[in-house]
């Protein structure tokens, strides 16, 4: 059965410093995990991707996300945090092959920007 | 192109009530997927449709039903309303049913209070 974590319900950094949002997942196939962003009042945008190809996956707005299949782990990284970031992160883990495949989101990790 | 629409952005009922949420996906989408989002929760995936047709389904009852027409737009409806039906209900459209590899575009949602 699939199903994510997002470790951290809230996250707070200083602007300029590196984020890190943690997401481990559990799925019995081949997954495909995604983080999207949501701030507010406005709908939910894909940040990045991974469907099997390049480990390490650039999205936009200088964000990254490292697939490690050993941790079963998927977490989000910026080197440096701007006060736009604020947002609302869910990590999300579907399965193509299962036949009872379905999209899981994550609990969601707020992201605080301090000045 | 104006993206995933939907209507109304807000609505308030009664415990009892019958609701209709409307959703436009993307120009050139095939496929639309319901979720529920509570407050401070991750988007619960409810149903997709694909040609005109529910092919997967979470874990909700049988209040919850929808319908795809030809050009792909798409109708939630939620009977005998409960007040945990209560949330955001997002609309999300994508290229292809059996490809969950694929990125969903995702509308504003429609925020329903039932009191």
């Known amino acids: 059965a699939q199903s994510v974590t997002q470790l951290d319900s809230h996250v707070s950094v200083s602007e300029g410093t590196p984020v890190l949002l943690r997401c481990n997942y559990s799925?019995?196939?081949?997954?495909?995990l995604f983080w999207y962003v949501q701030h507010p009042n406005k709908g939910l945008q894909l940040l990045l991707k991974?469907?099997?190809?390049?480990?390490l996956v650039k999205g936009i707005n200088g964000f990254e996300a490292e697939f490690k299949k050993s941790e079963t782990s998927f977490h989000l990284t910026k080197p440096s945090a701007h006060m736009s970031d604020a947002a609302e992160y869910f990590c999300?883990?579907?399965?193509?092959?299962?036949?009872?495949?379905?999209?899981?989101f994550g609990s969601g990790t707020r992201l605080s920007i301090r000045p | 192109d104006a993206g995933v629409t939907q209507s109304p952005t807000h609505l308030i009922k009664t415990r009892g009530q019958q609701v209709t949420l409307r959703c436009s996906p993307k120009?050139?989408?095939?496929?639309v997927s319901w979720y529920q989002q509570a407050l401070g929760q991750g988007p619960q995936f409810i149903f997709q449709?694909?040609?005109?047709?529910?092919?997967q389904r979470g874990n909700f009852p049988d209040r919850f039903s929808g319908h795809q027409f030809p050009n792909y737009s798409s109708e939630l409806n939620v009977n005998a309303l409960l007040l945990g039906d209560s949330a955001l209900y997002l609309c999300?459209?994508?290229?292809?049913?059996?490809?969950?590899?694929?990125?969903?575009?995702f509308g504003p949602g429609t925020r329903l209070t039932v009191l």
């Open positions: 999300a459209s994508s290229l292809s049913l059996a490809e969950f590899r694929n990125e969903q575009f």
């Open positions: 799925s019995s196939y081949s997954p495909s």
């Open positions: 991974y469907t099997s190809a390049a480990t």
């Open positions: 999300v883990v579907s399965d193509r092959d299962s036949s009872a495949s379905k999209i899981i």
């Open positions: 120009s050139g989408h095939d496929t």
């Open positions: 449709y694909y040609e005109e047709e529910e092919r």
